[in-house]
């Protein structure tokens, strides 16, 4: 969990600012001293608090220390978005006065009410919506497609991100059944399977060992699966950590693609997956390339391109240059917030979840946005997501 210092000292200070304002409000308001007192001491309280958790050592921390620091930092935040609702209505209703006009009264009861949904839909999207799994279908049509892939079935998932669960295996147990029970011919992981290191993984290597599809579980790496977000003694530790990775995940029964490709025959027909290490813009490292993967990506062979970061697609696959019938990535989480098909990962990513098409349309780009959290463990929408993709041949 990285926290940038100059964001977190801004954040810091608006969220005083918020509470400089509730405490003299609650002063000039209410002729009892208690609510003001109450505000005070809390607020003391609460930034002792979040400064001692900030202090905490992240990145050589342990696993349940990392979770405390997620849990209280996420606790916080869920207070103050909800405080700074009420300041910013509250001043809103308070313009009048510059023109010794009277307070809306209503307006600052309305920030009241609306503060405290917004504390509840926080909360909901932590303790309910980050478990509530939908699973999207997507028909893809490609052009000189192998009559025997003509409605083949790819499941795909993405970004789990396991250390954020700890040791408790519920929900990804369940979203394993509900893979299984798509009956798809083949199911593909397109990256962070954790969030630190491996010895996160070790809880669920039995439960992601019950996937199971005729053509196997294909799986890639995503930037936060090279222990790059974690504090090593010296190389060789972070060396003998990914190897546990590949030896976890061959013990799951995975196939996982580094820089490499898998070809699957039906009848006298081929489908070939690549699989390449991660590839993004800044700032995530570059570990994978395309030509490493399969040397001629530009040949006829009908390809299905597995890249974590799909900012891979904008700068190699989507230029047509190379022949990819379809890439499957993951990565942005559509920032864990989605509503009415907005998110504010559109900011940040041009491509953030769902399907993308080339100026052809004949190299299209699909985004999961993941099963898992990072960072803050809430889904605002942007539900954790299984997609169903059936190829089709293109008439």
Not at 7 to 23: G, K, R, S
Not at 146 to 158: H, L, R, T
């Amino acid at each position: 969990m990285r926290i940038p210092m100059l964001p977190f000292v801004i954040v810091l200070l608006l969220c005083i600012a918020c509470d400089i304002y509730i405490y003299i409000i609650a002063k000039k308001r209410v002729r009892s001293s208690m609510p003001s007192k109450i505000q005070l001491i809390s607020s003391i309280a609460l930034y002792i608090f979040v400064l001692t958790i900030v202090a905490l050592p992240r990145r050589s921390g342990s696993d349940g220390q990392l979770l405390t620091i997620m849990w209280s930092l996420f606790g916080f935040m869920s207070v103050y978005m909800s405080k700074l609702l009420f300041c910013i209505m509250d001043l809103v209703a308070s313009i009048p006065c510059m023109w010794h006009g009277k307070r809306v009264k209503w307006l600052s009861i309305a920030g009241g009410i609306l503060s405290v949904l917004l504390f509840l839909l926080v909360w909901w999207g932590a303790l309910i919506n980050r478990f509530n799994i939908q699973v999207k279908e997507v028909e893809i049509p490609v052009k000189n497609l192998p009559e025997a892939f003509d409605g083949y079935k790819i499941v795909q998932f993405s970004d789990i991100h396991v250390g954020t669960f700890g040791q408790d295996t519920t929900f990804v147990g369940h979203l394993v059944d509900r893979i299984n029970s798509i009956n798809g011919d083949m199911i593909v992981f397109t990256g962070d399977i954790v969030n630190r290191k491996t010895e996160e993984l070790a809880p669920f290597v039995e439960v992601f060992s019950r996937l199971e599809a005729p053509d196997g579980v294909i799986s890639i790496l995503g930037n936060h699966d090279y222990g790059d977000y974690c504090d090593w003694q010296n190389e060789a530790s972070k060396a003998a950590n990914m190897r546990e990775l590949i030896e976890m995940q061959s013990k799951m029964g995975w196939n996982l693609l580094r820089n490499d490709h898998y070809t699957v025959y039906h009848d006298n027909d081929s489908l070939v997956v690549i699989g390449v290490e991660n590839v993004g813009d800044p700032p995530f490292k570059v570990y994978g390339s395309l030509k490493d993967s399969y040397p001629s990506p530009a040949d006829s062979a009908t390809k299905i391109l597995l890249t974590h970061n799909p900012a891979h697609w904008c700068h190699e696959i989507s230029d047509g240059k190379n022949n990819i019938a379809l890439t499957l990535s993951g990565h942005t989480h559509a920032m864990q917030m989605e509503l009415f098909g907005l998110s504010p990962a559109v900011f940040r990513y041009k491509t953030w979840g769902g399907l993308y098409k080339d100026n052809s349309g004949e190299r299209p780009l699909y985004v999961n946005i993941g099963a898992g959290t990072v960072g803050f463990p809430m889904r605002i929408g942007a539900t954790p997501e299984i997609t169903v993709i059936t190829l089709k041949k293109s008439r």
